[in-house]
DNA sequence: TATAATGGTTACAAATGTATAACTATTATT
DNA sequence: AATAATAGTTATACATTTGTAACCATTATA
């Protein structure tokens, strides 16, 4: 019985994730308060600039009152801030601080070094695989995410 | 500034994450009582047969005492089953059962349905190309994983 | 044999994430 | 103008994960 595609990728795609991430994030938590989700709240604010709380949630398949806390918090740090958009007076904008930026870059730092030591066992050739494979993958991800919202 | 390669590949890994796992792990979540561990743990039994708790928190990056708590559970739902190491006592080694292995094909392809739908906004080449880099992401992390392992 | 080290469990506290309902303010629809 | 819909917040309960310390059983070491 042959395993599909599909199967494949959803299972390569589900897999990926916890090889890794938790030992990257140790690092991170011993050194900033952020939490994971609030690092991507600031990554995606980062790429995209604006962000309302509803295409957040979207962006972040979380609820609505969860954003409001994480945002609450990210607020509390001064990572972010509140606008109400003046054409919609409903929707609340947010965008990153300078602070904001400048911490994301020193984590995102602190998480490279981290995977830095992992990656020594692989050789140019193949990290750069990693390189490329990685990309694509978030790439078509970003892409069918960004279908989805119409 | 450019950014350098390994500080690439750790913004695409841990991006990739959050943009599906919620949203796949909510089809699972609403037709069976595994948790995302837990299923996490299953696949890694499945594809090694055998692992003993130790083994499993060094692939989960969790520390011991939660994987008690998870195996706790996937036992009480007869996925998995204890068995103490004739060699040396102190070891706990943990196998999938039949029950485990059909659970776990069922709900890979509960999360399969789910990411068929996602992907339809690919053609054939970029399912491709997302298949093999998925492949090649996950491949990589579990080499460099049991590099770690030694 | 006494001591140290290892593998695992128990107990507990705290952080994070998930889910729902009720609510306010604002905008869109009838 | 009344009603419905949308965006977001507050409140609450719960599930899951993380982190630590203390402990037991077993094995390795001195």
Redesign the pocket.
């Known amino acids: 019985m042959l395993k599909s595609k599909i199967e494949t990728i959803a299972e390569n795609l589900m897999t990926i994730h916890p090889l890794l991430?938790?030992s990257l994030?140790?690092p991170m938590?011993a050194r900033t308060?952020i939490?994971?989700?609030?690092l991507f709240v600031l990554r995606g604010l980062k790429k995209n600039g604006i962000l309302?709380?509803?295409?957040i949630?979207k962006y972040?398949?979380?609820?609505?009152?969860?954003?409001?806390?994480?945002?609450?918090r990210l607020i509390e740090e001064g990572y972010v801030e509140?606008h109400h958009?003046p054409?919609?007076?409903?929707?609340?904008?947010i965008s990153i601080t300078e602070k904001g930026l400048t911490d994301l870059d020193e984590i995102n730092q602190i998480i490279a070094e981290e995977l830095k030591v992992k990656l020594l066992v692989l050789d140019a050739d193949e990290l750069e695989q990693l390189s490329v494979s990685s990309q694509n993958v978030k790439d078509k991800l970003l892409y069918i995410l960004s279908k989805e919202k119409v």
């Open positions: 991430f938790r994030s140790k938590k308060s939490t994971p989700a609030g309302s709380m509803s295409l949630g972040l398949s979380m609820p609505k009152p969860h954003i409001t806390v994480i945002i609450d509140r958009d054409d919609d007076r409903r929707i609340v904008n």
